[in-house]
């Protein structure tokens, strides 16, 4: 079956690094993935989608890879700040072997200190 | 400004009860989602609507049920038939055959 896998401990840095999230997915060949934002006890925000024939997409200080040979996207935030706290989700959808619907990961819970 | 408005935000349901989570949505989409999500888990899709009068089961739509009536609208029923129905619902929509999803709130439902 069709899996999606996020790193489910939490990512903990120092305000200024780069935080890099990763997600892995087997047994699909997406036709695009998708990153969304969730705040805690709210709806998950759309932030960024890349399609399997683009290899890197920018958004200010957000960077999306999308590798279709290692089944990777791997989601960067920038000079981080504690604002950026939150949990991230990575989402599948499209390709040959879908039936139209979306695919989530768990999340993943960044901490941005101070 | 357009969104997604979920009601209620927190609800309590005794066994045995029918509960009705409402979602009204102004940006004109086409298409109306119902996922639940737990704990360490991915969001999951309950039942879907791409066009009004007409809607398709998910992934666990058992012991749920939905209707769409107006364009606007997809209220979603959690049923006495749901056997662990406390969770946190979210409501989402999107434009015609685009797959980038607006969510609402949320509403998170505890049986007591």
């Not at chain 2, 999951?44 to 009004?52: A, E, K, N, T």
């Not at chain 2, 666990?60 to 009536?69: D, H, K, L, P, Q």
Request: charged share 20%; aromatic share 10%.
């Amino acid at each position: 079956s069709q899996k999606i896998e996020q790193n489910s401990e939490a990512l903990n840095i120092q305000e200024g690094k780069t935080a890099t999230l990763t997600c892995n997915y087997t047994n699909y060949s997406p036709a695009y993935l998708q990153w969304y934002r969730q705040d805690p006890g709210r709806g998950p925000v759309f932030l960024l989608l890349i399609r399997e024939n683009e290899k890197e997409k920018r958004k200010e200080r957000l960077k999306v890879t999308f590798d279709t040979t290692l089944k990777q996207s791997l989601f960067h935030i920038t000079a981080s700040q504690p604002a950026d706290s939150a949990t991230y989700l990575c989402v599948l959808g499209g390709g040959s072997s879908n039936t139209g619907k979306l695919i989530f990961g768990q999340g993943t819970t960044l901490q941005v200190k101070p | 400004d357009g969104g997604i408005t979920q009601s209620p935000k927190y609800l309590f349901r005794k066994e045995g009860q029918n509960v009705t989570l409402s979602c009204e949505q102004n940006l004109n989409h086409d298409a109306m989602y119902w996922y639940r999500q737990d704990p360490g888990q991915g969001l999951r899709l309950i039942y879907y609507s791409q066009i009004v009068n007409d809607f398709q089961k998910g992934d666990i739509a058992e012991g749920y049920s939905v209707s769409r009536e107006k364009k606007e609208s997809f209220p979603l029923t959690v049923t006495s038939a749901q056997k662990n129905p406390t969770a946190f619902y979210l409501c989402a929509s999107s434009l015609g055959g685009a797959n980038v999803l607006t969510f609402g709130a949320g509403s998170r439902l505890t049986v007591l």
